[in-house]
């Protein structure tokens, strides 16, 4: 028996089929208010055409009025399933084995997710944050989304979306009530999306709370570049080569294929650095970085790891030009994706992250010793510098597997 499918592939499919030939539009590029009509029986959007509000009726004068109507429309569209041609809609032929598997269609309407914000969000009387900067405040929920296995409160989803977009704006000057009805609007805003996202069966809803599902999952990995089961991944060991006592490593599993410039990001959020400085790579006599006329790098966006280390091999990774924090990375095994696992993937690791900007790796011990005594004149001032009560709060030790994971189960648009 045949799995039931998601409400919106069921409704494009039904769509699409509809269409058949093609459909005449409005002057504006609309569905028509007849077609309309027989859409919403037929798909079952649950739109209205010309609402009643007591004994008032209001007449609509366009199939874009009817919210999610003229979702699936454009959204099929966004996703190069229906294309307008002479002021007609009809299937985009070449596509048709797209939408003749619910898999594939799910992903092509994921794909085209970034690229829908105005039938997602549309214009209202109070314009979000979120519906002016989508894209951001999409990866910015999928983000938050993605490394939980757990149910996320919707309330969370709604305060990193805002976190995200309402950085584009400036917002210190504006009126207690102006700035809390953005903020309504901006929540408002993202339920609106997780209702589109749990129509296309990538989330479920529980409540007040949200999580991927299992499609939803498969999709996202698929968009951020994680390997399918069997596909070659490295096990590398990642180690701050000057930094003793105690020694700073992590071991994490990457596809092999990664490119050197998000291995950098790997890099970055395995250790606990903060991606504030300049970096590069060397190995075989090459240097690897990001393409620049003051620095003679190979440019890291065209390396991808499995071809400039093998394995047993080892490459160099320098972070912060001034601080001088050398990374030694060895590959210590080539393995095959498993499946269920997310990568990249950190499986071990010893010592707290140096702080940034401390002086590199003898600052580190001047800063470690200092700490460790009361008695050192710049005991307190470190104390201050590192927003720490007291030197029992750093530990040169510490570290926190399941962290260090989540930051790495975080990182997006791989």
């Not at 058949?20 to 609309?30: D, E, H, M, S, V």
């Not at 609402?51 to 699936?72: A, V, W």
């Not at 690897?288 to 160099?316: I, N, W």
Request: hydrophobic share 40%.
């Amino acid at each position: 028996m045949e799995a039931e499918q998601p409400r919106t592939v069921r409704q494009v499919r039904d769509l699409i089929a509809w269409i058949g030939t093609g459909r005449k539009l409005t002057q504006t590029g609309k569905v028509t208010l007849a077609d309309a009509r027989a859409l919403v029986a037929l798909l079952e959007t649950g739109d209205t055409v010309d609402p009643s509000i007591g004994d008032r009726t209001f007449k609509t004068k366009t199939s874009q009025e009817l919210y999610h109507l003229n979702l699936l429309v454009e959204w099929a569209k966004s996703a190069r399933l229906l294309r307008t041609v002479s002021g007609r809609v009809m299937p985009v032929k070449k596509n048709a084995r797209v939408w003749e598997d619910p898999e594939l269609l799910v992903q092509a309407l994921f794909d085209a997710l970034p690229r829908i914000g105005d039938a997602v969000l549309p214009a209202g009387w109070l314009g979000s944050p979120f519906a002016e900067e989508y894209p951001a405040g999409l990866r910015a929920l999928l983000a938050h989304l993605y490394p939980s296995d757990h149910l996320v409160p919707e309330q969370d989803l709604q305060a990193a979306v805002w976190d995200n977009v309402s950085g584009f704006f400036i917002l210190d000057d504006l009126p207690a009530d102006r700035l809390r009805l953005l903020r309504q609007s901006n929540d408002r805003d993202v339920t609106l999306l997780l209702a589109t996202l749990d129509g296309l069966g990538v989330l479920q809803r529980t409540g007040d709370t949200a999580s991927l599902t299992a499609a939803g999952r498969h999709t996202m990995a698929r968009l951020r570049g994680e390997p399918r089961p069997g596909d070659p991944v490295y096990r590398l060991r990642i180690e701050l080569t000057d930094v003793q006592q105690p020694l700073v490593w992590r071991r994490v599993e990457v596809p092999a294929t990664v490119r050197l410039d998000q291995l950098h990001r790997v890099i970055q959020a395995a250790m606990g650095w903060q991606n504030c400085h300049l970096h590069a790579y060397s190995t075989n006599g090459i240097h690897y970085g990001r393409p620049s006329s003051e620095l003679d790098f190979a440019d890291e966006t065209r390396a991808v790891l499995d071809t400039v280390v093998k394995e047993g091999g080892h490459l160099e990774y320098a972070y912060d030009f001034g601080d001088s924090w050398d990374h030694r990375i060895t590959v210590e095994r080539r393995l095959d994706a498993e499946a269920g696992h997310r990568y990249p993937l950190c499986l071990d690791g010893a010592g707290a992250c140096p702080p940034e900007d401390c002086g590199g790796a003898p600052g580190y011990e001047d800063l470690k010793q200092a700490l460790a005594d009361s008695a050192h004149p710049e005991h307190e001032d470190l104390l201050r510098w590192l927003g720490l009560e007291t030197a029992a709060d750093f530990d040169p030790a510490h570290f926190d597997l399941r962290q260090t994971d989540h930051r790495l189960r975080a990182l997006s648009d791989q």
